[in-house]
Nanobody
Framework: QVQLVESGGGLVQAGGSLRLSCAAS????????WGWFRQAPGKERDFVAA????????LYADSVKGRFTIAADNAKNTVYLQMSGLKPEDTAVYYC???????????????WGQGTQVTVSS
């Protein structure tokens, strides 16, 4: 059983910052690549960013490039999503996911966290 524990969501004003965390066990963390996705009400789940457990090869959606940074801390078995310059359109439930292939395709990820709400007020 792969368990992903997310934290760090909340309410922030436009232009502000938040950092999301996704923790896993050591054995789990080093087996997978790690992604962040988000889903706004009534919309599909969209890719945000992904990275290898080693911290290499970060991948970003165009909509977040230059504002969001994904990082993997393999000493803490945790992947982070640092979000800056937040906009109201970033409001969504954010999900951490683990998969075997570094990709922006949601169906390629096998395991998902419970999601954490991020709300950006204007």
């Amino acid at each position: 059983q792969v368990q992903l524990v997310e934290s760090g969501g909340g309410l922030v004003q436009a232009g502000g910052s938040l950092r999301l965390s996704c923790a896993a066990s050591e054995r789990t963390f080093r087996r997978y690549v790690w992604g962040w996705f988000r889903q706004a009400p009534g919309k599909e789940r969209d890719f945000v960013a992904a990275i290898r457990w080693s911290g290499s090869s970060p991948l970003y959606a165009d909509s977040v490039k230059g504002r969001f940074t994904i990082a993997a801390d393999n000493a803490k078995n945790t992947v982070y999503l640092q979000m800056s310059g937040l906009k109201p359109e970033d409001t969504a439930v954010y999900y951490c996911a683990a998969g075997e292939r570094l990709t922006s395709t949601a169906r390629a990820y096998d395991y998902w966290g419970q999601g954490t709400q991020v709300t950006v007020s204007s």
